[in-house]
């Protein structure tokens, strides 16, 4: 018992907790100096995003198959454990030698003011939180550790003389309960400052106000009517069109780009005859389209739910286009967002006349901040990973020859057309239902191509087709139901749709990397 308590109050622990505290400290004073700079350059969320960048293609789908949308909260404990512990090395190394303490730390202020800087858009003044901050938690380091010197020195007291309260030692006590209060009083302190840090910058940011604020014009051309029945009659089955909060949100960003409308420009530029900027107030005064979209991302795994449909106002990019007058040669269209992201879409496929956009509106609102306010690019048929650049500034005409995108250069594929899916969504894969008829029905895409089929499968049974849902367009999703007759026992249901070329969508299993998922679904539930 009292070596367990010497141990954990030896001067190793103590050492360590001290860098612990330090750290915090600098990451406290970063966050608190942090809501007077570019929020994306706060420390963590530059740390986070830089090891995202180099997140190779299979770590990022392993997150996504793990974490799904939560992949960022995961990022974000990892990291705040690989902290923890590093501190804990840097406070004993500090202890046993302060000279390469210091170094250590500095080294890892130099990495975060790396990170910090490196980030595009973020300009030198943003790296001073992150410099005051290493500082600070020097300062606090240093202090910490004087206490623990003085520790030593005292004699060390015989185990049975642990009678003074639960310090562990006689006289010495004073200083060790010394050193827990000034580590607790500057954790807390350190805790304040990092939750004042974030009100203050909450209270500092009016984007969402601005939001808020913001009247969208009406459409020049509206969205079709959306058809009678072209949501599936099975209860549970997803909604048709996707509520923007239920929206799924696929993205490299940590912490959501702030851009204020007036500020907001888009340079299209590159191989073009005629350079062309774009304001927000452009955008409004233009002649907008709506129309409705289903995004899908590569991500998604086979009967996964990384896509949604929305309806989106925007201007049509060929028309930007046909103002830049793309030279020859010209057959991408690299599409970069202020936060450094970007994606390479085929110029053709920006020219044609399916509508793909710059979208300022979703659902008859201005865009969420989480799904690029104020201007993304919506372009059907392609995965969101080559064509649906959020918080969209920079479109470059150039070849794929000439140019990679942001995920081409960490191993997924160049092009991105979306491949033929259907999901079961009712039953859920392992429910229980009971014997009788049993409604099935769930959702299919084959964004472009639309989907003229779907079958599904019991068992070993034949294909058997189900009930198409009314087809809103082509670049929308559709869905589909069946009444099954269900014996008790356990059963598999499996999918696969016939898109509007008369092609059936492939059995060929094939993970998201490097260009989307393919295979049949096959969902299992018992009947009883
Ligand atoms: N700026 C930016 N835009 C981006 C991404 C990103 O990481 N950063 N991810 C893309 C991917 S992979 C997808 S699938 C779609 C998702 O759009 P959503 O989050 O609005 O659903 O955004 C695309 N646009
Ligand atoms: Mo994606």
């Known amino acids: 018992m009292t070596t367990l308590r010497n141990r954990l109050t030896g001067p190793a622990a103590l050492a360590a907790l001290a860098g612990m505290v330090a750290a915090a400290v600098v990451l406290a004073v970063a966050e608190l100096l942090g809501a007077f700079f570019t929020p ?6 530059a740390l986070g995003s830089t090891f995202i960048d180099f997140t190779p293609p299979w770590l990022k789908d392993f997150a996504i198959a793990t974490f799904g949308t939560n992949d960022k909260a995961a ?3 990892g990291m705040g454990l690989t902290i923890a512990v590093l501190a804990c090395i840097l406070g004993v190394v500090a202890y ?12 890892m202020g130099a990495v975060i003011v790396a990170c910090v800087v490196t980030r595009a858009g973020v300009g030198p003044a943003d790296a001073i939180p992150a410099v005051l901050g290493t500082l600070a938690g020097l300062v606090v380091l240093r202090r910490l550790l004087v206490r623990l010197w003085g520790l030593k020195k005292w004699p060390e007291a015989p185990a049975d003389t642990a009678s003074d309260g639960g310090t562990g030692q006689g006289a010495p006590g004073a200083s060790r309960r010394g050193f827990f209060a000034a580590a607790g009083i500057t954790a807390v302190a350190a805790g304040i400052a990092a939750t004042g840090g974030r009100l203050l910058g909450a209270a500092r940011s009016n984007i969402a106000q601005a939001r808020d604020a913001l009247q969208l014009p009406a459409p020049a051309v509206p969205a079709p009517a959306v058809p009678a029945g072209v949501q599936s009659p099975v209860p ?17 960003a940590l912490s959501v780009p702030e851009i204020n409308v007036d500020d907001w420009e888009l340079r299209v ?4 005859e005629q350079e062309v900027t774009l304001t927000f107030q452009d955008l409004l005064d233009a002649q907008l389209v709506e129309s409705h979209v289903t995004l899908t991302c590569v991500s998604n795994p086979v009967g996964g739910n990384l896509a949604g449909n929305a309806k989106w106002l925007g201007l049509p990019l060929r028309e930007v286009l046909a103002r830049a007058r793309p030279k020859d040669g010209a057959d991408m269209v690299l599409s970069t967002s202020i936060d450094g992201f970007s994606a390479s879409t085929p110029l053709e496929v920006l020219q044609d006349d399916r509508d793909a956009m710059l979208a300022i509106g979703m659902n008859g609102e201005p865009l969420p901040l989480e799904h690029g306010y104020p201007v993304r690019m919506v372009v059907p048929g392609l995965y969101g990973f080559v064509s649906a650049t959020k918080w969209v500034v920079d479109l470059e005409v150039t070849r794929f020859a000439d140019n990679k995108a942001y995920w081409t250069n960490r191993g997924w594929s160049e092009r991105g057309p ?11 894969s392992f429910a229980k239902v009971p014997a009788g008829k049993v409604a099935v029905g769930g959702t299919a895409w084959a964004q472009t191509r639309g989907i003229t089929k779907v ?8 294909w058997v087709e189900t009930t198409l849902s009314t087809e809103a367009s082509t670049v929308t999703w559709r869905q589909w139901s069946y009444e099954w007759e269900a014996a ?6 499996k999918v696969r749709a016939t898109d509007g070329t008369g092609e059936v969508q492939t059995d060929q299993r094939a993970d998201p990397v490097p260009d989307g998922a393919s295979g049949w679904q096959s969902v299992m539930v018992t009947v009883e």
């Open 40 to 45: 994306r350059a706060a420390p963590l969320v």
């Open 75 to 77: 990022l974000f404990a």
């Open 96 to 107: 046993r030698k302060w000279a390469l303490g210091v170094l250590g730390v500095l080294f």
């Open 236 to 252: 549970g089955v997803t909604p048709w069109l996707t509520p923007s909060n239920e929206f799924y949100r696929i993205d490299t």
């Open 269 to 272: 530029h590159g191989l073009v």
């Open 418 to 428: 979306i491949k033929t899916m259907a999901r079961v969504e009712v039953p859920k």
């Open 455 to 462: 079958e599904i499968q019991i068992d070993n049974g034949d």
């Open 488 to 493: 008790p026992g356990p059963h598999y249901i």
